[in-house]
Structures are given as structure tokens and as C-alpha cells.
Antibody, heavy 121, light 114 residues
Framework: EVQLLESGGGLVQPGGSLRLSCAASGFTFSSYAMTWVRQAPGKGLEWVSSISGSGDNTYYADSVKGRFTISRDNSKNTLYLQMNSLRAEDTAVYYCAKGGTMTLPHWFGPWGQGTLVTVSS | DIVMTQSPDSLAVSLGERATINCKSSQSVLYSSNNKNYLAWYQQKPGQPPKLLIY???TRESGVPDRFSGSGSGTDFTLTISSLQAEDVAVYYC??????????FGQGTKLEIK
């Protein structure tokens, strides 16, 4: 059974940093692209960033480009999202999700339970 | 970016009746070289993460009940629940993966019981 467990969320001040982690199990982690999707309170889904199975290719939404960095450690079956220069509008539940292929995720599933990031002073 | 627009925003259907949710993309998501539509559907129940239902516009994910079906091509797509069950109350999202990146979602359709 595929399991994805996010951690690292919390309350941070504007301009601060957080690193999210997503521990994966139940599948060959390095064979699949992975993705972060966020959902602001009461709002819809917003794609944030994706990374290929090898880690060689990364992709970002314009809203986070230059501030967020996606990475993965295939030896630890773990996905990361380093978030710098955080803004109030980054407040959301952040989900990690398994992609459909190795090179590009295409579709997303399964998803983790999510971790809440709150940016506020 | 491709804009995904769902209709209606909310929908109330009686138990056992058919529910239909529409999704329109601002440009075609049909890739001519493989004749595949780059579109997925998700279900999000209250307090839960989204769940993948359908990809390639009409391929059901493993374990998804066959009352869920996807159809359409090009720019117009439909998610149909043939006989609504109480456990289908959720928000449903479409998502395109034709332009990568960015991936884009529809705004969501809230499905309730009438």
C-alpha cells in the first residue's frame, strides 16, 4: 500500500523559512515523479512544484519560483520542499502526491494527509 | 496557462440519481500524436486529501467504483456518477496535464444530496 506522510509544517513569520518533508513507502520511489500541491483555507487546489523520479528535472509555479526548492533523496524515499521568503498568501495545507510516470507526474495520486503551513506575524 | 472552468459550482442530486459535472479547458488538451486527452478528475471529501478518480479523461484509477465515469475530448469533459451514493458527497476537481508546467485545476464543484 502506498503511504505518504508529510511533516514540517507550522507557524512562521512573514519572510521566514520552512522545510517540508514527505516520507514515502509502498512503491519504488525513484521510479515516479513527485509533486507538491497546496490548498489555502476554504479554497481550491493549486499545483506548487514537481520533480522527476531521478531528481534531474524540477518545475515550479510562478507564484513560488525563486522562493521554493523541491528536492528528493531516493536513498531515503523522501521528498522535500524548502520554502524561503514566506508570505501570508503561502498559508495553506501542503500535500505531497505520487505522480503517474517517472519523468512527469501528469496526474497525482495517492496523496498524503497534508501539513499545514501558516504564515503570520 | 490553460484555464480550467468547471460547471456548475455546486450541485444537489437525489440518492440513486445521476450526477454530471462539466469541465472546460481554455485550449485543447488532446495530444494529437497519441490521441490522448491529458485530463484527470479528483474527489475531495470533507477533511480529507484529494483522491485520484480518473486520468486520460476516461481511465478509472484502480479501486474506483464503476459508477464513476469520465468522457469528453479536446476542450469539453464530463464526470458522471451514474447512481449517487451518500459517500459521494464531496468536492470534485478536474486537472489538465497537457501544458507541463504549470498543471492547472478547475475551481471545484461541490456535490451534495438533495
Amino acid at each position: 500500500e502506498v503511504q505518504l506522510l508529510e511533516s514540517g509544517g507550522g507557524l512562521v513569520q512573514p519572510g521566514g523559512s520552512l522545510r517540508l518533508s514527505c516520507a514515502a513507502s509502498g512503491f519504488t520511489f525513484s521510479s515516479y515523479a513527485m509533486t507538491w500541491v497546496r490548498q489555502a483555507p476554504g479554497k481550491g487546489l493549486e499545483w506548487v512544484s514537481s520533480i522527476s523520479g531521478s531528481g534531474d528535472n524540477t518545475y515550479y509555479a510562478d507564484s513560488v519560483k525563486g522562493r521554493f526548492t523541491i528536492s528528493r533523496d531516493n536513498s531515503k524515499n523522501t521528498l522535500y520542499l524548502q520554502m524561503n521568503s514566506l508570505r501570508a498568501e503561502d498559508t495553506a495545507v501542503y500535500y505531497c502526491a505520487k505522480g503517474g510516470t517517472m519523468t512527469l507526474p501528469h496526474w497525482f495520486g495517492p496523496w498524503g494527509q497534508g501539513t499545514l503551513v501558516t504564515v503570520s506575524s | 496557462d490553460i484555464v480550467m472552468t468547471q460547471s456548475p459550482d455546486s450541485l444537489a442530486v437525489s440518492l440513486g440519481e445521476r450526477a454530471t459535472i462539466n469541465c472546460k479547458s481554455s485550449q485543447s488538451v488532446l495530444y494529437s500524436s497519441n490521441n490522448k486527452n491529458y485530463l484527470a478528475w479528483y474527489q475531495q471529501k470533507p477533511g480529507q486529501p484529494p483522491k485520484l478518480l480518473i486520468y486520460w479523461a476516461s481511465t478509472r484509477e484502480s479501486g474506483v467504483p464503476d459508477r464513476f465515469s469520465g468522457s469528453g475530448s479536446g476542450t469539453d469533459f464530463t464526470l458522471t456518477i451514474s447512481s449517487l451514493q451518500a459517500e459521494d458527497v464531496a468536492v470534485y476537481y478536474c486537472q489538465q496535464y497537457y501544458n507541463t508546467p504549470p498543471y492547472t485545476f478547475g475551481q471545484g464543484t461541490k456535490l451534495e444530496i438533495k
